[in-house]
DNA sequence: CGAACAAATGCACTTGTGTGCAAGCGCCTT
DNA sequence: AAGGCGCTTGCACACAAGTGCATTTGTTCG
């Protein structure tokens, strides 16, 4: 039977109602506090009748807000709802609130983001997507608020960075395609030029050219489904087409795998080996079967978890964990 | 050159620095406010030396958070992670920021989570998932809270409703199965009985005896694509299997056609039509094709958006938004 | 029964901001 | 030149919590 109030209860007005002081009040629900049962429960009482609920915002002025935000763009992506739903998640789990910001990958975007972070107050930042500039996470950071950039660039100094090994991820796939007998080899990118994806271009064509493999780099566009597929058309309209590809995303491998077996006949692994790279769980589809590697989202996220609870030793830290290797049915397996 | 603070720089700060009261800085960054050229120059200097930031907590204490939360469970799914994302999209253009509480579809957490909401003094919540029970939500309301229900019983009272047509949806997947000349209807469903899913299979079901046909519902479990596989193992495992299904929900489809094609070499849509429902990016793959419904989620963002703007006159809103038609290639296309 | 000690309670201050009110200041007008 | 008017500015209060310190209350032991 809540009075029609219109606005937000306040523990002055359950104090009242419960004839008590309002430091009573904050007592009952400051756990280690002292109240005497009477009064805790006189308090609880007229808090449930009046619906009281502590304001979070004026007790992050004094101590910690509890709030992290994370800034994300491209939030469509299966892998990046897959790391905001990990990340709410376990921060939840461990007492935070999760703000989202959603922004474009231009530095703009990403600064004005990180503004409204420290707007908020937010005990940290954690950055899924584009690269904030040096100076702005030097303000963060001279705010006292952590920032943890994720799969970013790890030349930023400062912040604590999170990644996978993208080098291995390279490496392994152009292990597994020789493995398979394929040597004209294709490596299917996207024109967005982010750190993780560079490297795992770098490290392959690297390692392919090293082993006297010629590797024929594509980019169709941005880091999608559609990209994928049209890098397909322009890569079987050419001579030469290669018979194993390694694409640096998931998304990108399915467009291709699609547009190759039916735009092009082709029977995949017969006739064209795929690497991607995530382990969306689109991959795992029955039309799909991708081989790939997944991102430890789970061990990333309780790492992060882990940084913010242990705020002093995370200055300029550079974690990288490794990525699982899924073997499916788009790469014929190894003679023996 | 910010000097190492370690905590957020106060408006107090500012005002040292620059030489003039706090209340000028506070005007400085207060539109409409009177302030004096000079000052205002000499107070940006100074904020922006030190970088500082306006605390919104703080200034939430007086006026309204510009909160919004987003209860939403199964974020990882395709059309729940293109809500939250158009959603935060058009929320921060009106200047709110939102704060995602990712949950669980049971009653016990959709509880916490709106708890959560009253602790951060949100403006409105925004449930996507689950559903809340009705005493919570007219707690929120006496507290002066919003809550928009998207996709939810359309029952509960007091809060603002918006929802798709599923009727619609329902009869009209009908009516492209039946001219299709299918003649063995099929629904797959889940087995979570949201009212979404519960009406569009009520009505397809309805719809379709009232025109002599008949339909075996099928519900193998979550709603998800292992399910839609699960369910087109049974359905084709059985003699009388469709030659025309309704899945409630994309996903389900997709399993479904998987399976279909690949385990039981059926042909779509020469040998078996789909309809779905979402439009999901997936839905639009080279692969599926599949013929589905849209939800408009841009203009369903608008007007919660809307919503939040006019706080007035959203009291027991219900708002029914038409879902959109997508013909692809899954169904035959009607003679004539 | 009184003293000593522990628990409970309230006062007052703190956090960072916005704003009403009154005072200060300068400029224009008569 | 003096009054008036308007623009600035600072003081003080409000917002909603947590907490140190002093005070009150209650209990137990001598």
Redesign the interface.
């Known amino acids: 039977m809540?009075?029609?109030?219109?606005?937000?209860?306040t523990a002055h007005m359950v104090a009242e109602r419960a004839g008590v002081s309002r430091s009573a009040v904050s007592r009952t629900f400051t756990s280690g506090a002292s109240v005497s049962e009477a009064t805790r429960k006189k308090v609880l009482e007229a808090a449930a009748s009046l619906?009281y609920?502590?304001?979070?915002?004026?007790r992050?002025?004094r101590e910690r807000?509890n709030i992290v935000c994370l800034v994300v763009a491209d939030?469509?992506?299966?892998i990046?709802?897959?790391m905001?739903?990990v990340l709410?998640?376990k921060l939840?789990a461990a007492g935070k609130?999760?703000?989202?910001?959603?922004t474009e990958t231009d530095t703009e975007s990403v600064s004005s983001a990180l503004?409204?972070t420290?707007?908020?107050?937010a005990d940290a930042t954690v950055v899924l997507s584009g690269t904030p500039p040096a100076s702005l996470i030097?303000?963060c950071l001279?705010?006292?608020?952590q920032v943890v950039l994720i799969n970013r660039d790890d030349r930023l100094s400062g912040s604590s960075n999170l990644g996978v090994d993208n080098a291995m991820a390279g490496r392994e796939a152009l292990f597994l395609l020789l493995r398979a007998g394929c040597r004209r080899l294709g490596l299917i990118t996207s024109n967005a030029r982010t750190a993780s994806l560079v490297e795992r271009e770098r490290v392959f064509v690297e390692a392919a050219t090293a082993a006297g493999a010629a590797v024929t780099v594509t980019a169709a566009g941005p880091t999608s489904?559609a990209s994928g597929?049209e890098a397909a058309r322009r890569v079987f309209g050419r001579s030469n087409a290669p018979d194993g590809v390694f694409c640096v995303t998931d998304l990108l491998a399915?467009?291709f795998m699609?547009?190759a077996r039916?735009?092009f006949g082709l029977k995949i692994p017969q006739d064209l080996c795929v690497v991607g790279f995530d382990d969306i769980?689109?991959a795992a589809?029955?039309?799909?079967q991708l081989t790939t590697f997944a991102q430890p989202l789970e061990a990333m996220a309780s790492e992060v978890v882990d940084l913010l609870l242990r705020p002093e030793i995370s200055a300029t830290t550079r974690q990288i964990v490794e990525p699982l290797p899924v073997w499916r049915s788009s790469v014929r397996p190894g003679k023996g």
Do not use: C
Request: proline share 2%; charged share 20%.
């Open positions: 809540g009075t029609k109030t219109r606005t937000f209860v619906g609920h502590v304001n979070h915002l004026a992050g002025l807000s939030l469509t992506t299966p990046r709802a897959r905001v739903d709410t998640r939840q609130i999760t703000m989202v910001i959603n503004r409204q420290l707007n908020y107050r030097e303000t001279a705010n006292g608020q489904y597929a399915l467009g699609d547009v039916i735009e769980e689109q589809w029955h039309s799909y």
